[in-house]
Every structure is written in structure tokens, then in C-alpha cells.
């Protein structure tokens, strides 16, 4: 039963996949570009630290993206027929959607361990200034969590009805939109930024989403 | 295990303008069960009361002996199902379709489902949104085979389906059938379709059942009588009057709707001075849409 559900999310989704894994592989890769030594002035750390953190906001984004993707793409086609044929099936709904969850985690793992193959040679290549380490395990360990707890939380929204999926999704379009549009004419600090505080923050539910995705820092 | 479906006093309400009231209903084990009824009477409500998708607001239903919804997947590994709509992911190609429905059945019969492809002559590598309507109908009919169910669910499995296909379908359907004396239950407003095939017919309307009958009595039981001089209130029939009214166009007498109806019966009508002066057997369709008129009167009389 696992073995079919897997294979049945794995060819809804293996394109765009495919694209996620090959954005993380070669996000860690892009990012030590200028990690080369300077013929003058060799590598300069703060350079090095500004361009990680600039690469840096791209992960947690690519783990959002990758949960959204998983997660919704789960139950797309169940939504399609009304779960009509997900409920003709012999076995309790419990199980049924506990297939499908670990079916969709099994499904984060190539995009973890491309992007963990792309911070292992980015660490090798780069040329890491004195001070500085490149911490290549522990990134894509973060990845890899933040993209399941992202597949967990749209994994749980999809799951219910269209209607319910669509209002929750739409809010939280809504919500980015707004926020980028706030940001825009210049009200972002005041409404939004405290929002995305309370829910970012170190503690927080969304936690892992924030701070700091370096694979070179000090 | 006499009967393979009971309902008792089952009502649902999924919104303001339907529900379905106090179905009782009975399939025994064994029959091939029509279910008929006008578009919207309940069919497809039922259906889903059955497979237990919906939860009843009151009444029991016992499928294969089993609660229903409590004991679904026990009651789903022995029922094999064909929805009014396609159902099934339209990203598979066929041969994928069938091996993710075959994974979840203990009794899916390789051997048997292999035959049923060659027959069908379905194209295995083709995608399930480039079938045709045809192809669909045979690839949804062989899943719910495959399994070699105890128990079959049809909600109008060859609506919108060519006469080959179609009857490829019920050749199929009754072979399964006659080779393991499966219950089938099967909705369907085709009337002369089910009238070859069924043992047992019943009929809904409105999300009531109007009545439940083994064929041979419905066919040979329900008659249209033309009776001249009747009395107002006939005294104690020996058969069932479902409707009267005057004859169309000024002619004597009344028309009868009458259940239970035997030649010998005949008699009846000397005792009370009144003179039966035609009986007009009728069809499955003609029953069906005079039982629908009969009950709609009623409905309205209450």
C-alpha cells in the first residue's frame, strides 16, 4: 500500500521535484561563488558573510516551497474525484492519511540530500577566511526539519475540504502579499514586521524559518 | 447471512431542500438489486449512505453483516464499487491504476484480472485522462472485480456508455454473477436495462423508498385495470389498489394501478356489481412510471 502511494505522489510531483532538487543543489553552490581567494586582498570574511546571509534567505523559502509542493500535491487528487475513491478504499481514513504523510516525507528527501551534496562540495571549494566555518550537516539538517515541519503544516491544511484548504492557503497569500505590499509604501515595520516577529521569533511556532541559514559563519 | 444490505429507518438530511426519510430497505444476499428512481429521487445518496461516506442522522445500515460506518474496511474488502462519476487519479496509466487499487486488497486475483484485461482490450500504458468514456466504464468495472467481491455497488455504471460497451459490460457483470452468486446493487434510471437483469427492483423517489419487490412479482403483479360501475370504497380487495382515476377522454369507468394481482381475482369484481373489462400488463418502464405517479398523488393527497 505504501509502495503504490508513494509511486502515485512521487509522478505528480516528480517535475517539479526535480526542479526544487536542483535549486538546492546548486543554491550552497552559488552562494560561495565569491568564495574564491581575492589575488590581492585574499577572501574578506564580511564580504563572504553579507553574501551567505543574501543567499541565506533563499533556503527557508525553498523549504516552504518544497512543504507547499508536498503537501498540497498530496490530497490535489483525492480533492479532484471528492475523496471518493480514497473512501471506497478497504482501510481505516486514519491509516489512509498516514500513508499518504510518509509517502510525501520520503518525498523531501531528494531535495535534502541534493542540497546537502551542494553544501558539501560548496564547503570544499570554498575558501573559508580565518575565523569562519562552513557548516555544511547542520544546514541541511535544518533544511531538511524545516521542510517537513512546512509538508506537515500544508500537508494538515490540504487534507481537509477544498473550501477549507482554499480559505487557510488564501489567508496566508493574503498575508505575504499584504506584507510585501506594506513593505512597498512604507508601512511594512509597523503591521507586518511585528507579525512576522511574534510568529518567527526564536521560540516561536515557525521558529526554524528565521534567523540565521548560513553554511559559512562564524 | 439472508441479506446483504439492510437499511433501517435510515434518514439523512445533507442540506435544506433533500433528504432521504426513513429508508428501510432490504437486498438479500444473492439478488441482483435494481434500484431505480427519477434523477435526484435519492439513488446516489443511498449509495453513499451504504459505502459510508455520509454518517445517517438516525437508522441502522448493516452491509455483509457489518456496521455501517463503523466497520467500513471490513465491509470495503468485500464490496467492490463503481461510482457515478470516474473517479480514480488521472495522472496513472491503466496498468498503474490497476496496481494501486490491487495493493489494497487481500483477495485481488492477478489471474482473473489479467483475463478481464484481455477481454476488456484495455491498453495498459494509456493515461486515464486520455480514456474514453467506454474505456473508463470497463477499467472502473474491472477494479471492482478484481477483488472478486462478495458484494457489488453500481451507481449507474453505463450511463453515457455506447450499446456495445454497454452490453459487453452487463455480459461481464452477469457472468461474475451467475459464476459466484455475488450480490449486486445497482442504480440506474435505464429501465429496460435492469428489467433483463435484476431479481429484485426497488424504487425511490423523493428520498423515499416507494416500494421493494422481487422482479417476477413486480412484472406479473402489477397490473392496470380497466373497471366499469366500481364502487367508491371497494370492500376488502384481495390485491393492493395503488391508484384510481376516470378513464381519459369521457369513457366509462375507471382506471386501477393495482399490486398483487392474480388471474383468479377476477371474481371479485362480480361480487360487487362493478364489471373489469381490461387488464394491461405492464412493462418494467410502464410500472415504474405508474408506481412513481401513484406514490406522487399520494404525496400530495398527505
Known amino acids: 500500500m505504501f509502495r503504490v502511494l508513494l509511486y502515485d505522489q512521487w509522478k505528480a510531483v516528480r517535475q517539479p521535484l526535480a526542479l526544487v532538487s536542483i535549486i538546492s543543489f546548486a543554491l550552497p553552490v552559488l552562494s560561495v561563488q565569491n568564495a574564491a581567494p581575492h589575488p590581492v586582498f585574499g577572501v574578506r570574511a564580511h564580504e563572504l558573510l553579507v553574501t551567505q546571509a543574501i543567499w541565506g534567505t533563499a533556503y527557508p523559502l525553498l523549504a516552504g516551497a518544497l512543504g507547499l509542493l508536498l503537501g498540497v500535491m498530496a490530497w490535489t487528487r483525492d480533492h479532484r474525484t471528492d475523496h471518493v475513491y480514497a473512501l471506497s478504499l478497504p482501510l481505516p481514513r486514519w491509516k489512509y492519511a498516514l500513508l499518504k504523510f510518509g509517502a510525501g516525507g520520503v518525498l523531501v528527501v531528494p531535495a535534502v540530500m541534493t542540497l546537502g551534496v551542494g553544501t558539501g562540495i560548496a564547503a570544499l571549494a570554498a575558501t573559508v577566511p580565518e575565523g569562519l566555518a562552513s557548516y555544511p550537516v547542520a544546514l541541511t539538517a535544518r533544511f531538511g526539519l524545516t521542510s517537513m515541519m512546512a509538508f506537515s503544516i500544508f500537508f494538515a491544511i490540504s487534507s481537509g475540504t477544498s473550501r477549507t484548504a482554499g480559505v487557510v492557503l488564501g489567508s496566508l497569500a493574503v498575508l505575504v502579499g499584504g506584507g510585501v505590499f506594506l513593505d512597498v509604501i512604507g508601512l511594512g515595520e509597523h503591521v507586518i514586521d511585528p507579525l512576522f516577529d511574534l510568529l518567527f521569533r526564536p521560540g516561536s511556532p515557525f521558529d526554524s524559518f528565521g534567523g540565521r541559514w548560513m553554511l559559512i559563519d562564524v | ?302
Open chain 2, 1 to 302: 447471512m439472508n441479506n446483504a444490505i439492510e437499511f433501517q429507518g435510515v434518514s439523512y438530511r445533507p442540506g435544506r431542500d433533500f433528504e432521504i426519510n426513513a429508508l428501510t430497505l432490504t437486498v438479500p444476499s444473492g439478488a441482483v438489486y435494481g434500484f431505480l428512481g427519477p434523477n435526484g429521487s435519492g439513488k446516489t445518496t443511498t449509495i453513499k449512505l451504504l459505502m459510508g461516506f455520509h454518517r445517517p442522522q438516525s437508522g441502522e445500515i448493516v452491509v455483509l453483516d457489518r456496521k455501517v460506518p463503523e466497520e467500513m474496511p471490513e465491509v470495503l474488502a468485500h464490496t467492490g464499487y463503481v461510482p457515478e462519476r470516474p473517479h480514480l487519479y488521472p495522472t496513472l496509466t491503466v496498468s498503474e491504476a490497476v496496481r494501486h487499487h490491487g495493493a489494497f486488497y487481500r483477495t485481488w486475483d492477478e489471474r482473473w484480472v489479467d483475463q478481464l484485461f484481455d477481454r476488456f482490450e484495455l491498453a495498459p500504458d494509456r493515461r486515464i485522462s486520455r480514456l474514453s468514456k467506454g474505456e473508463l466504464g470497463k477499467l472502473t468495472l474491472l477494479l471492482a472485480l478484481g477483488q472478486r467481491p462478495e458484494l457489488l455497488v453500481l451507481d449507474e455504471p453505463t450511463e453515457g456508455l455506447d450499446p456495445v460497451v454497454r452490453r459487453e459490460l452487463m455480459s461481464v457483470l452477469l457472468e461474475y454473477v451467475t459464476d459466484r452468486s455475488a450480490t449486486v446493487f445497482i442504480s440506474s434510471h435505464l429501465v429496460h436495462e435492469l428489467e433483463r437483469f435484476c431479481s429484485w427492483i426497488g424504487i425511490m423517489d423523493h428520498g423515499r423508498l416507494v416500494t421493494e419487490l422481487p422482479m417476477e412479482q413486480f412484472k406479473n403483479g402489477i397490473k392496470r385495470l380497466r373497471v366499469i360501475n366500481p364502487e367508491q370504497s371497494a370492500p376488502e380487495e384481495p390485491f393492493e389498489i395503488m391508484f384510481r382515476e376516470s378513464v381519459n377522454g369521457g369513457a366509462p369507468g375507471e382506471m386501477w394501478l393495482v399490486r398483487g394481482w392474480r388471474s383468479d381475482m377476477a371474481s371479485f369484481f362480480d361480487r360487487g356489481g362493478a364489471t373489469l373489462r381490461d387488464v394491461v400488463d405492464l412493462d418494467l418502464e410502464d410500472g415504474f412510471v405508474e408506481l412513481l405517479r401513484a406514490f406522487r398523488a399520494e404525496m400530495v393527497r398527505k
